[in-house]
């Protein structure tokens, strides 16, 4: 756990980050206990701090061409904090933010498609490790964009469906290595020789992702 280490792909270093984050949180607030609300601006500079360390790494390892290995990065330290940081400042501010800055809908939308825009070209161009900063910011204006609209969760469709989503969302992430590892070793072989094999991969592994999900939960 503290060495992040973890098998599939390394593709679980999400769920040690995200529990050292959580704890990371839960002992800031603990010795924070007082009458009245808990001051988050020393979290909130410290998660901005670690993730700048993070871009930091990227950049150095980038400039030298020796990049930092993903176990220094993928982490609760800085990745996890920063990011439940923000989700923690956007939690308490996103109100102040929404108005301070006139953001419309149509303005939020913008954003996001930007960011991700952005995303990409850090991911083809100058690309810092994988710390996409577009992606990040993208969650960002993504999350205040649900936030100024909460009736389009409480909705009795969409908010049915979000629901679904939400339920499977965790055991998607865990089981889709699993579905992947599966798939190359017994699937693939049979499915090879179908043109357009690579583009029908992902929806194969998909569905039977979701299958093993709805099971599972």
Excluded at 13 to 27: D, K, R
Excluded at 143 to 165: C, D, Q, T, Y
Aim: charge should be neutral; proline fraction near 4%.
């Amino acid at each position: 756990l503290i060495l992040n280490i973890n098998p599939l792909r390394d593709t679980f270093w999400y769920l040690p980050a995200a529990l050292e984050a959580m704890v990371a949180l839960w002992l800031y607030v603990r010795f924070q206990e007082q009458d009245g609300p808990v001051n988050y601006r020393g979290f909130y500079i410290t998660g901005f701090c670690l993730f700048a360390c993070n871009l930091a790494m990227g950049i150095m390892g980038t400039g030298t061409g020796n990049p930092a290995s993903i176990f220094q990065y993928r982490n609760g330290l800085f990745f996890g904090i920063p990011l439940f940081a923000m989700g923690v400042f956007l939690g308490q501010h996103w109100q102040r933010i929404l108005s301070g800055f006139e953001l419309t809908n149509a303005k939020l939308v913008l954003l996001v498609v930007l960011c991700l825009g952005f995303s990409l070209t850090e991911w083809y161009g100058f690309g810092i490790c994988d710390v996409m900063v577009g992606s990040v910011t993208a969650v960002l204006f993504l999350m205040l964009l649900m936030a100024k609209n909460p009736v389009i969760s409480g909705r009795p469709g969409i908010g049915k469906v979000f629901g679904i989503l939400g339920t499977l969302s965790t055991a998607v992430y865990v089981l889709h290595s699993l579905v992947i590892d599966f798939y190359e070793r017994f699937l693939l072989d049979r499915f090879s020789g179908i043109s357009g094999e690579a583009w029908l991969r992902p929806v194969i592994v998909l569905a039977i992702t979701l299958v093993c999900a709805l099971v599972w939960v």
